[in-house]
């Protein structure tokens, strides 16, 4: 049986959660599914913004520091992350970018396995994780000695062994959507004496995450995907407690010090996750985030992540569906695995060409989503259940059946590549 | 001949300079001489920033990394801070902040040296130098294997010798508003054999500063001090081109990779100064920082930072002179040179006792300065001639007079010590 514009029209009409889609602000027209490279604007963000531009800082100046709250809000909404991504009170920060936490908390976990077991100098990761991320493991291994061993996800966990220190994985694939099983991994991992790092970009606020609960050593993410807090909003970092106070990081700047505004010249680690901050954060990118983490926790009281992760599956079992029944013929596809425990927030196409140009014919239609080049190219659809419908997601269908059908991304405006996409 | 409130107001009306104020937003009733620690509100900020929350980020969406240049932000305003400290174009990144950008370079500074010179393995700095420099300089020593050698500003430069892989200096200390000779001190390095990296966090926007004049090695600085770009404003690094190609430094995100969407998983550092780039960048702080930065080059047409700096040391004489005329017998004493070649743009003044007190019953009485704890404990006050004019100065002093002559700062509510000050 076929599904049809109706259909989604009363499966909206029935979502609890669809009253949620009126904290943000969206353009006319627009169908937004690229929530996972940049959350959309929070209707609450315009004011609160101008209230940090206007009040703390034009009239409250160096005294906000005090008045405003600046100096707890790496920690206050590093606890507002953790609360979406199963981390205990004290045990997150919010701060600079997720490829600057990655490095603090590799840094972390290499120096724990020099400690513990000198031996262990691998750091194993999966060949198609996030490019940066590798960039830093490559940086560190090449600081420190180490091997750097990539290898594909159906070879982990075989793959980690008595030589390795540290398995540093991303969650939720960004490429395909495919989501580990992050109990499991971090299981087999610890049985074989390697620590876990992961990376979850493109899972806080979009999947269920236990972190306490899988037993995970570290983690980092993202603001500005899943969280909606802006442009190259601060990212997260978290630890263990078990590990939080025991070593340290070399990025050891003032507001990690124990003792901040002593301006003593020697450093001494703050206790717990302070440890994990570095450098001043940018306020005013961080009070926009603080109105993305509002998004998410406003859906607490309709379920938290765990409703969110309902309508999530349902919007990428729809799109998958809608997808094969009305788009077939045209050399779509999937990327994304079927299975529920395996799959992200996102829904992943491929075909084998026009791949790039066939997005810019969706983006010039309203509907953004985004290409990501390699073999095969992506046709990448991130679906937010907080403002993504049903009935966006049928005419998402249509409009790619449509471009499809029509020939429409043959046309030369689609096939010229810009530097960023 | 004593100064007189009248002489003050007739300075003000011939100042050159004075139009600039109307360019920052500054709170009723406030004298502001900390834009030392975080510059005023440009008055072009608030619209600025909300037409990047509403437009760029709300309507834009993930299309402003093009059409908004966000992709452009770091190079095109690190350019227009290196063109106020002497920097060729291309040379300079707007970036991350002040400690985590001296790890970057400080990391490409020892590297170079151990290539080149691997028997050097002493970082030299200065005992007084700001408590954040040094705690990166102790983390990339331990890191390494490497001394930190800390001496006091008089030691200098006999203290840099054949094993000084680097000199780590800040330009203007944060606690006394002393300066050094940039090129003198980078000369005798060189003549030394040693690389020189220099803080300008109390530089940039302050006093005159041609790092190519002087030959200088690496450079860092602040966005949010005297650059007014607001609450932990994206800092800047800079390398001299014989340099910037040569190495390599940790922190190696994305923004750093030769081609950055290409999404290759092994790491190429793209060419010049970009290889300092790392991970995505807060935009909404880099969009503010450029209004910092136009309240700068506003100057340019009055004769930029030669005529800044000529009405700042007119502005830190006037306030020496008047608080030797006017509060006399009252325990000050003077931290900074009074020799111009030695000054930045604060004048700091010490007492035994009670300079706690002193600076909380000033900002009480709306005068804003800060308190630095040591041996001598400092009232420090930053003279940003952008907006503080004469009479501001006149008034800052006989505030002060009037809470020493009347035993004001023995209140109590003046001797509670905040987390912040």
């Given at each position: 049986m076929t599904t049809t514009l109706q259909d989604c029209r009363a499966l909206d009409a029935r979502?609890?959660?669809?009253?949620?889609?009126?904290?943000f602000t969206l353009p006319e027209g627009v169908i937004y599914l690229d929530g996972n490279s940049l959350g959309p604007l929070p209707r609450a963000a315009p004011e609160r913004v101008a209230k940090a531009v206007r009040e703390e800082w034009g009239q409250g100046l160096i005294r906000s520091w005090n008045t405003a709250g600046w100096y707890e809000l790496p920690r206050r909404l590093g606890d507002r992350i953790g609360a979406l991504v199963g981390a205990g009170a004290g045990e997150t920060v919010a701060t600079d970018s997720t490829s600057i936490n990655l490095f603090k908390v590799l840094s972390a976990a290499l120096s724990?396995?020099?400690?513990?077991?000198?031996?262990r100098r691998v750091i194993v990761s999966e060949r198609s994780n996030f490019p940066t991320d590798l960039y830093i493991a490559e940086g560190l291994c090449r600081e420190r000695g180490l091997e750097l061993r990539l290898v594909d996800a159906e070879e982990l966990p075989a793959a980690v062994d008595e030589r390795t220190a540290v398995l540093m994985l991303t969650h939720v694939n960004y490429r395909t959507g495919a989501m580990h099983d992050m109990a499991a991994v971090t299981r087999a991992a610890h049985a074989a004496?390697?620590?876990?790092?992961?990376?979850?970009?493109?899972?806080?606020?979009?999947?269920?995450?236990?972190?306490?609960?899988?037993?995970?050593?570290?983690?980092?993410?993202?603001?500005?995907?899943?969280l909606n807090g802006g442009p190259g909003a601060p990212a997260f970092a978290w630890v263990h407690p078990r590990h939080a106070d025991r070593f340290w990081q070399p990025l050891s700047g003032w507001w990690s010090h124990a003792a901040p505004f002593a301006f003593t010249h020697d450093y001494q680690p703050a206790a717990g996750?302070?440890?994990?901050?570095?450098?001043?954060?940018?306020?005013l990118s961080m009070t926009a985030l603080e109105c993305g983490l509002d998004t998410l926790h406003a859906a607490d009281r309709f379920g938290g992540m765990q409703a969110l992760r309902r309508k999530s599956l349902a919007l990428t079992d729809l799109f998958i569906a809608l997808v094969e029944e009305r788009c077939a013929g045209h050399g779509l596809g999937l990327a994304t695995p079927r299975e529920h425990a395996r799959r992200g927030s996102q829904v992943c196409l491929t075909r084998d060409t026009g791949a790039y140009a066939i997005v810019q014919a969706l983006i010039a239609r309203g509907v953004i989503g985004d290409f990501r080049a390699g073999r095969p190219d992506i046709l990448r659809f991130g679906f937010t259940p907080l403002y993504v419908g049903f009935e966006d997601t049928w005419h998402a269908v249509e409009h790619l059946r449509q471009v499809l059908a029509e020939e429409e991304w043959q046309r030369p405006e689609f096939n010229q590549q810009h530097a960023v996409t």
């Open positions: 979502d609890p959660l669809r009253p949620l889609r009126d904290l724990i396995t020099a400690a513990d077991a000198p031996s004496g390697a620590l876990v790092v992961w990376d979850l970009a493109h899972s806080a606020g979009a999947v269920e995450v236990d972190l306490r609960g899988a037993d995970a050593d570290f983690a980092i993410g993202c603001g500005y995907k899943y996750i302070a440890r994990y901050l570095c450098g001043t954060q940018p306020i």
